[in-house]
């Protein structure tokens, strides 16, 4: 529909999630019934391998099935119609027992969860290298300084290691999320008309249906979703996670800042107008999905409360909506891995960064020191007056304390960034022994 | 992307916002940038003449420019670049003046509103089409007794010309506000790198390129997005109200109450298991469109805090989204009025479900009637106790009350369900009174 | 603030995010620093005693912080000054060592965690509480017939306890990911200024400082918010749950339908107009938190982005938001054990409504019953077409499909509800073998 | 309920839905409808003097009625249960009329809209005083140059006026939306139990009854919620707008750029920590309001698709979701106007922040420049080349290009900031001519 399908998305995924594909899992699903009802002696096994033969994706008119899915509702409906009619030219008998008991959810809804399925080997994959790359980094830079900003303030030195630390842990959240959750996700659903099962539809068809198809037998879940908004919830955190990292970067980028930058490319980042600028385009993609995701999220949640057994709308709003989720997050994912891969990093612009409220940053280190003798409020209130001096006076903070306080001797230690950064490198190391760093 | 691009959209207004439309706006807004700037001298008129005439999507490489777009960040970079290089081939001094003192973000903006004007185009005919049909219907049925219903439990009978006299006064208010809101919305984009204007857009060069355009002159609003913001809101607002609709239609069309159904089509609304039934298809679609725009608002507005002069992520997140928000609206639209057009009512099984409950709706009317003789409260009390003992006995509430209250002489007058309307009628006759009813 | 504060929520979770238990969680968190630090040799263990004797929300002016709150942005700010003054007012060296080292941030968000425990562990026993109702109310009606209905429609029957098992394993699906969060959930938060550590706040004092208050060492997560959004999409599913049982619920309760009631009390469901009627009171409270917990996730994500070391706005953004999502959906929880364990249901309705469509809803079964001689779409099509005839001429299905299929025996078996559940009893026995259903 | 009731919100809008007042309005509604009813002879002038004589919030029992609302599902029920009472006491004829023919969602709603109209008028007088220090900081600051940013990047100068213009027309769009909408939200709600009227409530008493209170007379719109959302969608516009503004004065106050900041105020700012700091709290706080709105505006659509003619849920998810939404709105509007009026400017800082970049921003007036030489296209990769030179040599780019061309003769006033700024100051004196700037 979008002139922007490639701008936001992942390549892999927007293919996963192509009709094609989609029709294909559906397909898929046909054919697993059948194999499975054939298996257990309730069709014939003649009429399965038909039935199996004939779902393929090739035989199927797309763009009836787009037109006539406005009439039926779902996809399900029309390509079980273009199904039959294939087989009946063929095979009568075979004809019989197209989707033979079922319904449409348990076809659309597994053959969701089959493409899930993809999704998470392909997320699991790029979180494992964006894993990688980010311990890479880490460890790089666990001593690199830098300011540490709260309110977008300049506040103590920290390390850059440090800060890519706290990305490379809610990555790694995440990952350990997605593994939680796919024993609860992989789920076939079969459960006919209105989920009970029927002479066709046995807690045994169930079982051989899961396994031909690779997933987990279950009870049906037409209208229960909280397992796949417990998903989409995932998503939605791993979005702002990979927004989190990219709004850092793209602070950082500012012109005057300029610790980091995105890998420079031919062609990219630059603006139609200024072409000295080096733009974070990958940054602002990033953010640019981390600003919809929630709303997706917010979708999905909003169609749990599903009527009965199967929904008049609710149903109907997860797909679109949750395959949209899936796409951004790829797509945030995909950029994230780029981004970090190619990331230039400067650490003598942040080292300069360091010094440009003349020695201000010191303050809560001088405060802390004094604060021994003087007490911690009065210390905070001598250490608040000698900062004013020193920005009225233009002066280096340094001074100003030196003059208020002439009896500390080791005053130029406190202004020393490398005895400012606190743990950062200890808890960095900590951290990264959970991983390996080779 | 998807399989659904049929089913939830209107197709009319996925072609204005294809890929092709899309380019083709924004080569009109580059053409009318070089006419602009030739009537007033800024650049040659043969100059503007080659722009013009090269400005055809025909000559763009599709794949290419969308391609391209993540390098960059925006769909006009890539395109200008190609459309330079055609120019370029033919008449080198003509593509010094391609996006003469323009960013992206003039080009984009403006054929967006370009667009965005057509499809208010649409939408104000087809409103104006829904409201036709609501005020037959409403006409047709400012008579036809039902019940109605508060918190899904029979209350009060009016008429299902009252009930879809609402329907018509909500779908009217948003007629006006999308006429209200076009002065303010059909503003071109015009400023430069930074908004700010520069030698080649001028005050006057924004006047001409308006007045080309057929938009209003406008102090650029790059990062200042609240009217496009409110025009989303607009779209919120008519997709919650046809939802309400659909709403009301999918939960009178429910098995046991049977009042109305969607017209029958051929392969419409059935299932793929139960042959009898006549689903809510369309109603379904609806809802579900109208569960999925309140998200969409939230990211356009969540989207409005766009740093500086342009923002790294947040304008970029309105496009697809609004986009959508269109596409949805517009979907619900056309279904709706399809909805309506099409609508069987059946009055008989309005009048069937109110006498379902015994006389129990007639409750208040008793209580109404009582509390002139022995107060609100205190009548109030008494049929409680009435109704309670009618539903426990299994009797008609008529007799109940004529029981403890042998005196009323005038009770089958307040059992009649023409005499507990209320108002209805008259006042949807007021209500027609504002629209034209032949 | 509002009127309804007692009517969504839940009293024991109003309690718990009250002004002074929020107090008192923060002040737990200053002497527990205190504490940790004297343990290590970090301050004196005089100093902590008179600390942790002073963090008492009896000695805080309430009114006085909220006030101050706008100066410093935040709750710790005017906390800290006011318990230092205190402190000072008694012990002048003592005072030096509140809050000794650590941030605003460190307070707030292990105070948070702290409440958080509490309103797990108070979330958890009312989940049980629920979870033990629902295996009884299945159990009870495994073997009640009642119609399933698919968008709205009546289907095929169903048992009631089989769409309660739905419902139960929902909620069954929730304890698993609460009991799953704690580990990642429950950690401190402690770092200081920008969450590196300093001299003060070592390894060891977070270690000591977690055994204090029963959490989890962690490395600082100042601007990490991923688990904390985890658990806020966990709220988000739980919510949307119960709103699925309350939205089933209340359409059950149609007067039209009257299979199920929400336990009558004293002054409940009333209405000001209608003495009659039975209104789904708590199903609309739930229905209402399930309609707004959504957006306030998609809050808690949109909020994710936190900028560097501690964010200027989203971080604040979190702390209204998430105790509104843990009181909505707390009140929700509570509403839906009165719901479930007052529930009045009705199975002669429920037998009743299986009736009302003379034998349609049996066509599936005829259909599939004739598939196995006919095939599937010509059974189809077949049923299809009696069921036409049946509607029009207003006869029961059974005699139409005699008529057209003379030769079926055993159509009477077709069309006695207790053949038509499918596999309803045996697989919710099967369900219920996971619970204790003494 | 909260901490942090006084930390986003304004306390005039807080006391305007505090508990009290919100009987208030509802009890003044209740007087008004005796009032007309009186008025034309449908009830005794004795009773309607009674009634509205008890309609005192100080009779009411609040905590009674708050715990009361659980059982009736509105605040109405229970509060005239004791308004009947009361008067029962004293006149029971009187008693008779209490309420009389109204339903609950009569009170609510016109209660609602008398205080929305108040919070307007509050929301009016604030918009004003807003714009004017918009104003008067616009005129002030139309020639201070400053850099425009894009994508967070320097790009051209502009000047400070330029940027204000920008955020004064977004607050005076919303002042022209509010006013629109004043005659179409300022409605009354009077129609009964299901909105129809009856013999108590005529059109005359709607007419009366709206005349009393200051409103339209309007026809019932219970479960037509298009015109309440519409108002909602202005306020998350307005909370968008001032987010902006903001977001770009948090990030001009950052250490590195520290080109305006926030007035200075006694405690204000500071942080537990780091006493040199300056924070954004303001603007912090604002942010986290605009980030929480979205959401809020979301729940209002979500719940547009209520039932039939009063909804089980939809409307209650309004009460608390519209008065929030509200209170942000109202806390961000008093907090900018604050921000506005004490900005600080460092025009001093703007200038030094220009020259960082070695005059590579003004690459694109260069690129424009020889352009008409040498053509767009080539001039922007000459420059392009020229910009990679003088960073790589840390050269000033005016140096680089006077070596590449040696011809160009006037390269010093290419490079000057004023010769920069495009239109930026007329265009600022072309908006000013529409406001008073004296």
Redesign the interface.
Known sequence: ?????????ADAI?RL???RE??GYMLKVEAALAEAQASLGIIPKEAAMVISASCNVDFIDVNK?????????N???PL??QL??II?NTD??A??????????QDIIDTANILAIKEYITWTEEKILLLEKVLVQITNQHKGTIMI?????????P??FG??T???L??VT??KK?VQ?IKS?LFHIQLG????????????EVQAKFAEILGLEKS???Q?????L??F???L??????L??I???I??M?????AEVFEGA?????????????????T????????????????????????????????W??E???L?QLM?LTAGSLEKSLDLIQHLEVSPEHMLR?IE??NG??Y???V??YL??S?????A??A??KA?KSAVSEERH?KEVVQEAFPDITDLETLFQPENA????V??VE??LKNYNTD
Chains 1, 2, 3, 4 share one sequence.
């Open positions: 529909m979008s002139l922007y399908s490639e701008t936001f998305y927007n999630f192509s009709e989609t029709i099935l787009k037109t006539d899915i406005v009439l039926g509702g996809a399900a409906i079980v119609q039959t009619k009946k009568f008998e004809s019989k027992y197209v989707h033979f008991g079922a319904t449409s540490g900003r709260t309110l977008l303030q300049q506040a103590r920290i390390t440090f800060k630390a706290g990305w842990q809610s959240n995440t999320r939680a609860q006919g008309a209105v989920g009970s099962g029927n002479i066709t539809i046995t807690e009870f049906p879940w209208s229960q979703r909280d397992t908004n417990d989409a919830g995932i939605g955190v791993l979005s702002g996670s927004g989190k990219a709004k850092d793209s602070l980028m500012q012109t005057e800042i490319a031919e062609g990219k980042g630059g603006s139609s107008t200024m072409p000295h600028k080096r733009n974070p385009v940054c602002a993609l990033i953010l640019s999905n981390s600003t919809r995701t929630p709303g997706l999220v917010s979708t999905m949640l909003a169609a749990m409360v599903q009527e009965h057994e199967r929904s008049a709308g609710y109907h709003a797909w679109e909506t395959t796409g960064n440009i409220t201000l940053i303050a809560e280190k405060s802390l604060s021994k003087i007490g911690k409020m009065q905070h209130e250490v608040k900062c903070l950064i606190g743990n950062s200890s808890w900590t951290i």
